[in-house]
């Protein structure tokens, strides 16, 4: 769970950066806040990936497509269950 924590952290942390990034006027200071987005993103998609969340790390991990979609399914069931 700690892996999925990190995950939800790195996301926030993107989506602040960028809204930061909207705010400032002058090029060569937004222009450090974009290469520190690009790096947070970076490390939020090699996160992601070893979660499986992307194709490849799905393959890399032995995940069928019709595997992935079930795993999916069975969390949307979940969640939805403890939402309601």
Do not use: N
Not at 17 to 46: D, G, H, M, N, V
Request: with cysteine; glycine share 4%; aromatic share 6%.
């Amino acid at each position: 769970m700690l892996a999925v924590k990190l995950a939800c952290e790195q996301a926030d942390q993107v989506a602040a950066l960028r809204r930061q990034a909207s705010a400032i006027r002058r090029p060569e200071l937004r222009l450090q806040f974009l290469y520190a987005i690009q790096k947070a993103e970076s490390a939020y998609l090699s996160t992601l990936s070893q979660l499986g969340f992307t194709p490849t790390a799905r393959a890399r991990l032995g995940l069928v497509v019709a595997q992935a979609a079930e795993t999916e399914s069975r969390l949307s069931r979940f969640t939805d269950r403890r939402a309601g």
